[in-house]
């Protein structure tokens, strides 16, 4: 239910944005090209599996410009990410092979140049909010905007990804229908009580309070 829920919102919030575009987790990790790890057959393999690990478990992905963004700078991005949230700059080649046969398959779409990836188990909204006042603090708003993201197979550009990351996260969806459960009874109990002509309003109020 829950999923469905969050699903509607983003086709509410974000639909425009579709279609086809030119601590818990471990440490910010180069996944290939000339300070990568995937040197040798087993090394590329091990990439791809990490990678395919961290698309297992994400909610979004999506992808930043990795040229001109200094070592010591993506480590002070990944202190900043919400907890949950990876960024690594992966090649292109191991990132179009760990997406195979998954939902982010789609996202081959939008591979193109050197791409930093964000892979996001919950918090979208921290993510990006994140990556935004990092890129700020960094002089490279200009040259490092976000390219594009993928959530349940589908492909937002920009704006979408943003759109996407002012919508109530799960945990908020869940708390607030939590709170309207609760409140149901509480709102039948008056509505048993209310004698007489009152019970009219008493539904009438029951109902607004509900729609708030």
């Known amino acids: 239910m829950m999923q469905s829920l969050f699903v509607l919102g983003l086709a509410a919030s974000a639909t425009a944005f579709t279609g086809p575009m030119p601590n818990t987790r471990s440490d910010t990790a180069l996944f290939g090209g000339a300070r990568g790890m995937a040197t040798t057959l087993e090394g590329k393999k091990e990439s791809v599996s990490k990678v395919k690990e961290l698309l297992d478990s994400s909610e979004m992905i999506f992808t930043v410009p990795a040229s001109g963004v200094k070592v010591s700078q993506v480590q002070a991005l990944r202190r900043s990410l919400p907890e949950g949230t990876t960024v690594s700059v992966v090649k292109n080649s191991l990132m179009n092979k760990a997406i195979e046969g998954t939902e982010y398959e789609t996202a081959g779409e939008i591979i193109a140049g050197a791409n930093m990836w964000f892979f996001i188990e919950e ?43 002012k919508l109530p996260s799960k945990k908020e969806l869940i708390a607030t229908i939590a709170g309207r459960i609760q409140a149901v009874p509480t709102k039948v109990a008056r509505v048993i009580k209310a004698p007489g002509m009152q019970v009219a309003r008493a539904i009438k109020l029951a109902g607004e309070e509900a729609d708030n």
């Open 123 to 165: 918090d979208i909204g921290g993510s990006v909010k994140a990556f935004n006042a990092f890129v700020k603090e960094a002089g490279l708003q200009e040259s490092h905007s976000i390219l594009g993201g993928n959530i349940e197979g589908i492909n937002y550009d920009t704006k979408g990804v943003v759109a996407i990351s």
